[in-house]
């Protein structure tokens, strides 16, 4: 579905006021701006390095993903529906993604896929049984600040999304818990992502990604889903 015209003219004035902001708030409690990462990995691994923890189910269930995929027996939702991401899938998308900030709130904006994340800020996190009655494809997402980092946690997935490209699974009980700032003098958005799944994982790891500031560019929410609306071979790792 076409996001509306007051939708479209919201974002492009939103995106001209983050083009004009200065990068020099690094250190405050800002992590607004337009972003996009310079290398894209199709699979999410551990930071330093290493395999993933399966467990035993998870290893299986991978093993399962992997061959469905390749077969064409298991469909790629999120590619061929254009159905969300889901996280901590969507941190790895090549095209750029703009983040608002407003009293109470941080908005997501990514192109992939028209994903939008509303994220209310200092609200108590609800139980897991509280969110497992309406789970979503990006779950949902509750966040706070720690001096100058924006600490989400996102929790009540469905279980219709990939940690990755490569099939990795996940169970409705994800968690991921994401720090996001600043670095290199506000150039550079740093998000380190946690996730925890005991059905599918021994232990809680951890994801970097990093993405550069990009005032200049304006994000495109007006293309039909599935069709290529942007360049995006800056990118390295990009499939050709």
């Given at each position: 579905?076409?996001?509306?015209?007051?939708?479209?003219?919201?974002?492009?004035?939103?995106?001209d006021?983050?083009s004009?902001?200065p990068?020099?708030?690094?250190?405050?409690?800002d992590?607004?701006?337009?972003?996009?990462?310079?290398?894209?990995?199709?699979?999410?691994?551990?930071?330093?390095?290493?395999?993933?923890?399966?467990?035993p189910?998870?290893?299986?269930?991978?093993?399962?993903?992997?061959?469905?995929?390749?077969?064409?027996?298991?469909?790629?939702?999120?590619?061929?529906?254009?159905?969300?991401?889901?996280?901590?899938?969507?941190?790895?998308?090549?095209?750029?993604?703009?983040?608002?900030?407003?009293?109470?709130?941080?908005?997501?904006?990514?192109?992939?896929n028209?994903?939008?994340?509303?994220?209310?800020?200092?609200?108590?996190v609800?139980?897991d049984?509280?969110?497992v009655?309406?789970?979503?494809?990006?779950?949902?997402?509750?966040?706070?600040?720690?001096?100058?980092?924006?600490?989400?946690?996102?929790?009540?997935?469905?279980?219709?999304?990939?940690i990755?490209?490569?099939?990795?699974?996940?169970?409705?009980?994800?968690?991921?818990?994401?720090?996001?700032?600043?670095i290199?003098?506000g150039?550079?958005?740093?998000?380190?992502?946690?996730?925890?799944?005991?059905?599918?994982?021994?232990?809680?790891?951890?994801?970097?990604?990093?993405?550069?500031?990009?005032?200049?560019v304006?994000?495109?929410?007006?293309?039909?889903?599935?069709?290529k609306?942007?360049?995006?071979?800056?990118?390295?790792?990009?499939?050709?």
């Amino acid at each position: 579905m076409k996001p509306s015209t007051a939708l479209i003219l919201f974002l492009a004035a939103a995106s001209d006021g983050a083009s004009a902001a200065p990068a020099s708030n690094a250190g405050a409690q800002d992590v607004s701006g337009i972003w996009w990462t310079n290398t894209y990995h199709s699979e999410i691994r551990p930071e330093g390095g290493g395999p993933l923890p399966f467990t035993p189910v998870g290893a299986g269930a991978f093993r399962k993903n992997m061959a469905g995929l390749n077969a064409g027996s298991i469909e790629d939702a999120a590619r061929k529906f254009c159905v969300p991401d889901g996280v901590p899938r969507i941190l790895a998308t090549p095209y750029p993604f703009q983040i608002f900030q407003s009293p109470g709130f941080v908005t997501i904006v990514y192109e992939q896929n028209h994903v939008f994340r509303s994220i209310p800020l200092d609200r108590p996190v609800p139980t897991d049984e509280a969110l497992v009655a309406y789970p979503y494809f990006s779950g949902s997402s509750y966040g706070h600040w720690e001096g100058d980092t924006l600490v989400v946690v996102t929790k009540g997935f469905n279980e219709k999304t990939f940690i990755d490209a490569s099939g990795v699974p996940h169970s409705d009980q994800l968690h991921v818990t994401e720090r996001f700032r600043k670095i290199n003098g506000g150039k550079v958005l740093e998000d380190v992502a946690t996730v925890e799944d005991p059905a599918m994982f021994t232990r809680p790891w951890s994801a970097r990604f990093l993405y550069d500031l990009h005032p200049e560019v304006r994000i495109d929410t007006a293309f039909t889903c599935g069709d290529k609306h942007r360049d995006i071979s800056r990118v390295r790792g990009v499939p050709k």
